[in-house]
């Protein structure tokens, strides 16, 4: 069955790491988003993209960067952790641009020392 | 700015009880609306949506009802179960003729049913 999975579902890191985040779905879904969710604040959109090549900043975007190489792909990177990037953060995808459904992964939790 | 707004923070109904759940938006190009169910450890997962063209929507025991001129909707649970009891999300969207496909979120409503 198609899917979307994250990895690592669980990470520790050290302020001032870079970090990486893998986000990969097996439906062949033009638009990727990342989220992170934080209490109080809902989920709120970090980067997004429609396409390969395509890269879009969100509401939360600085700290952050992702890069789409091929359409199953979304990875987000954390140039330089710290400690207000702990959270849940989470992967999404919908077939195109006139898709309403958003589907999510599990999520990964990050937390920053 | 939050372009959509959610109440309450948190809600405990008794099993059986209806609970309701409120957003109200501002921004008047919004035309899809639809709630997020999400289970302690797994991601969101679509559980219902509306347009403005209707009033209400219902599937199964979970019912939209949506405020075009107050720029309000609720999620209505009927006969809740302790199975319902997880965080539920309004959303909103744009239509993709203004060229923004992106979701905005409420901040999200912690359900507990209790038996």
């Known amino acids: 069955d198609a899917e979307i999975t994250q990895s690592p579902r669980h990470k520790i890191t050290e302020t001032g790491r870079q970090v990486t985040l893998a986000c990969h779905q097996t439906w062949n879904h033009n638009n990727m988003f990342w989220y992170r969710q934080d209490l109080g604040h809902g989920l709120r959109l970090i980067h997004y993209?429609?396409?390969?090549?395509?890269?879009n900043k969100g509401e939360v975007s600085d700290g952050y960067s992702v890069s789409r190489s091929n359409t199953e792909d979304l990875p987000l990177t954390l140039e330089s952790a710290a400690s207000s990037q702990t959270s849940v953060y989470f992967c999404a995808s919908s077939e195109s641009r006139f898709s309403e459904t958003q589907y999510f992964g599990p999520g990964t939790r990050l937390l920053v020392l | 700015q939050q372009q959509v707004k959610q109440s309450p923070q948190s809600l405990i109904v008794q099993k059986g009880g209806i609970p309701i759940i409120n957003c109200a938006y501002e921004n008047t190009a919004f035309d899809y609306f639809p709630w997020y169910q999400q289970f302690p450890g797994k991601g969101p997962a679509l559980l219902i949506a509306?347009?403005?063209?209707?009033s209400e929507k219902k599937e199964g025991r979970f019912t939209i009802s949506f405020n075009k001129s107050a720029k309000q909707f609720s999620l209505h649970i009927m006969d809740s179960q302790p199975g319902d009891s997880a965080t539920y999300f309004c959303?909103?969207?744009?239509?993709?003729?203004?060229?923004?496909?992106?979701?905005?979120f409420g901040t999200g409503t912690r359900l507990t049913i209790i038996p």
């Open positions: 959303a909103a969207k744009m239509s993709p003729n203004f060229g923004n496909e992106k979701l905005t």
């Open positions: 509306i347009r403005p063209d209707v």
């Open positions: 993209s429609y396409g390969v090549q395509d890269t």
